[in-house]
């Protein structure tokens, strides 16, 4: 309900925004624009955000959901050619930033946040004890180790959901102080009975294939999945506790690594742009106030949409959505 309130007030405030003749409004045209984007944003963006940045700019919106870092080393392969990226954490832009990495990008950009909840299948036969769990009657923890419980979660060296996964564990051990608990629950980090792409992860929980999964909030509102809200201390989603996660990290197999921040979404318009007109416009729909309120609709929580990367490459027709450092 919270969460909801905060939704719906943020809504009032940035139709009004985007009822205001300062506001910029995108740019119209024609023509394709492909959107590859983080898998988690699925639903959100292939039924609501690409109809609606269609309608408002007259661009076709082509859109393709993967992990993060998928998605990055797909950019890296040459294998896909996307207009626009949308990642699930900042970092991954990083690994396609400067001359070392390709500089297949440049500036990115944040645009919103969620943190990460329990989801459960309403099929599952725990789904008695989750509901037990969020009135506060069992811990979550004594569920996820049920004998035969089936948990799903996302691959931690294609997916930054997947690695954050490993990090909420490492953080809820040290809050209870119950030593092996991530063991006990996952198991190896590349644990590939519970590692799933996150393209399917939603479908097997909704199928009861799986009982329960590790998910972002807004997957679970689009798919209408009930959930357990997590403390701020391991759910990754307080820009204030942004310290406190800072302390975990993932070294994946390919030598990078990733370090704990809060959970945030970024955009950008990567040098394999096609339409860069259409890359552009879409950026300003989803900056802008009526991309803002559907955004804040569905769920997902605002930020201060400043430019990080090379703020001097950022395109002229962008400078009004963003903050320049």
Do not use: C
């Not at 949308?86 to 832009?93: I, K, L, R, Y």
């Amino acid at each position: 309900m919270r969460l909801r309130r905060l939704a719906a007030g943020m809504v009032t405030l940035l139709v009004a925004a985007a009822e205001s003749p300062a506001q910029p409004r995108p740019m119209r045209g024609s023509g394709p624009v492909n959107v590859m984007y983080a898998g988690s944003l699925t639903a959100l963006f292939e039924k609501k955000v690409g109809p609606a940045f269609a309608a408002a700019s007259g661009f076709e919106f082509q859109g393709e959901g993967k992990g993060s870092v998928a998605i990055a080393n797909l950019i890296k392969g040459k294998v896909r050619t996307p207009d626009v990226f949308v990642s699930a954490d900042p970092a991954v832009n990083l690994s396609l930033h400067g001359a070392a990495n390709g500089d297949y990008v440049q500036w990115w950009a944040p645009f919103a946040r969620t943190d990460m909840v329990i989801a459960w299948s309403p099929k599952s036969r725990f789904k008695d004890a989750f509901e037990a769990a969020k009135v506060g009657r069992r811990s979550w923890e004594s569920i996820l180790e049920e004998p035969g419980l089936r948990l799903g979660r996302t691959d931690p060296e294609l997916d930054p959901k997947g690695y954050r996964t490993l990090w909420l564990f490492q953080l809820d051990e040290e809050r209870t102080g119950e030593a092996g608990e991530a063991e006990r629950i996952l198991g190896a980090p590349d644990n590939a009975a519970q590692t799933f792409p996150e393209e399917t992860l939603i479908a097997r929980l909704q199928s009861g294939d799986l009982d329960a999964g590790i998910l972002y909030l807004i997957e679970a509102v689009e798919a209408r999945l009930p959930t357990l809200s997590l403390p701020p201390a391991i759910n990754q989603g307080d820009p204030a506790k942004a310290a406190h996660y800072a302390r975990m990290s993932y070294a994946n197999k390919k030598g990078m690594t990733f370090k704990g921040a809060p959970i945030i979404y970024t955009v950008t318009v990567p040098s394999t742009v096609r339409n860069r007109e259409g890359a552009q416009s879409f950026v300003q729909f989803l900056l802008g106030g009526a991309g803002q309120a559907l955004l804040a609709k569905e769920g997902l929580l605002a930020v201060v949409p400043e430019v990080a990367g090379s703020a001097g490459a950022l395109p002229a027709p962008l400078k009004g959505h963003l903050k320049v450092p």
